[in-house]
């Protein structure tokens, strides 16, 4: 399979999160949305359900030998698996059951998030109550657990939706605060020192690797996104919020589609948007045609370089909003197909 084709036929898809907390509701939402190849339907993640259904909640309970609990400051390391991982655990069987209920004889792409070692990382806890971060000792030890742990769990998903092929989505919003050194501690005080930018580098090569020569994404809804040192570190793929893109970025973004690697461009907004927000699927991907023409890039490539997505999860939106959205990407998208230009 060459680079280009691994998104082959799923034009648009979903960021992760959805609103609610009922899963059947929400993986028929997800799959409809994307039926007879208009996109990539995939695992959501439903945080209004409360710790353990967000997705970092989520991740953390598919940690090998490693657990949290949840304390007033967030998650942190514990000894054992307690109410918090068991909690989560469950809430991923829970969406697993009606993931697979909905994708019964479904051959194509189906994506699955977890949360990136360095996201992961800024976000948990020591047992001292300071982040992980800031030992590279339990970094390593972090990376190891998470690959392990997604192995399992993409093993799992294939398992249930046999005709699948699994795309991993690594979630990585704090990655440019982690290479900037601006991630803050508990006490608010100090920042924990960047860290190199190989280290990082290593951290998601693992993780990604254990995809094995399935397609993979890392996300960030966060300003100035590593395209290069994601690419280094093996993603397929890189998913952004458009809106965020400076000129600065541009020419990365022009090497990145000329290596092949696909773009997860989020244009449509996340939250409810005005009444008008959704109202014209190619004025939604009208930037992403000008920044072809203005990079030199051919037209004819948008289709195959470039996967419609909301800004960033839909967590915060109505379902309403969110079933509309999805299917706004959808339309997007074919807009982006049938008039390149």
Not at 165 to 186: C, H
Not at 202 to 228: F, I, W, Y
Not at 267 to 296: I, Y
């Amino acid at each position: 399979m060459s680079e280009k084709s691994k998104f082959s036929g799923c034009p648009a898809t979903g960021i992760g999160s959805m609103p609610g907390g009922d899963a059947r509701e929400t993986a028929k939402t997800v799959t409809g949305s994307f039926a007879d190849g208009q996109g990539m339907p995939y695992l959501a993640e439903l945080p209004a359900r409360g710790p353990g259904a967000d997705m970092t909640g989520r991740t953390i309970g598919m940690l090998v030998e490693m657990f949290g609990q949840v304390e007033p400051s967030g998650w942190r390391i514990s000894d054992r698996p307690g109410r918090d991982t068991r909690r989560a655990r469950s809430w991923l069987g829970e969406d697993l059951d009606a993931l697979e209920e909905f994708t019964q004889g479904y051959e194509g792409l189906v994506k699955v998030q977890a949360v990136g070692p360095w996201t992961l990382a800024a976000g948990l806890e020591l047992r001292g109550g300071e982040a992980m971060l800031g030992d590279p000792g339990a970094c390593r030890d972090l990376a190891g657990s998470l690959a392990e742990g997604v192995r399992g769990h993409l093993a799992e998903v294939r398992r249930r939706v046999p005709g699948a092929e699994v795309v991993l989505q690594l979630d990585e919003p704090s990655l440019t605060a982690v290479l900037l050194g601006r991630v803050r501690s508990a006490s608010g005080y100090r920042t924990y020192r960047a860290v190199d930018r190989q280290v990082v580098e290593a951290g998601l090569r693992e993780v990604l690797a254990v995809n094995g020569d399935a397609p993979t994404v890392v996300h960030s809804c966060a300003p100035d996104v590593p395209l290069a040192l994601l690419r280094r570190a093996g993603a397929d793929a890189v998913s952004f919020d458009f809106s965020l893109l400076t000129e600065r970025e541009e020419e990365a973004i022009g090497e990145a589609v000329e290596d092949g690697i696909q773009l997860f461009l989020g244009v449509v907004p996340g939250a409810d948007a005005a009444s008008d927000g959704l109202s014209d699927p190619g004025g939604s991907v009208m930037g992403v045609r000008t920044l072809w023409s203005r990079l030199g890039l051919n037209p004819g490539t948008l289709a195959e370089s470039v996967v419609v997505t909301p800004s960033c999860g839909l967590a915060e939106a109505s379902p309403a909003y969110a079933r509309a959205a999805l299917a706004h990407c959808a339309r997007a998208a074919r807009s982006l197909a049938d008039n390149p230009e």
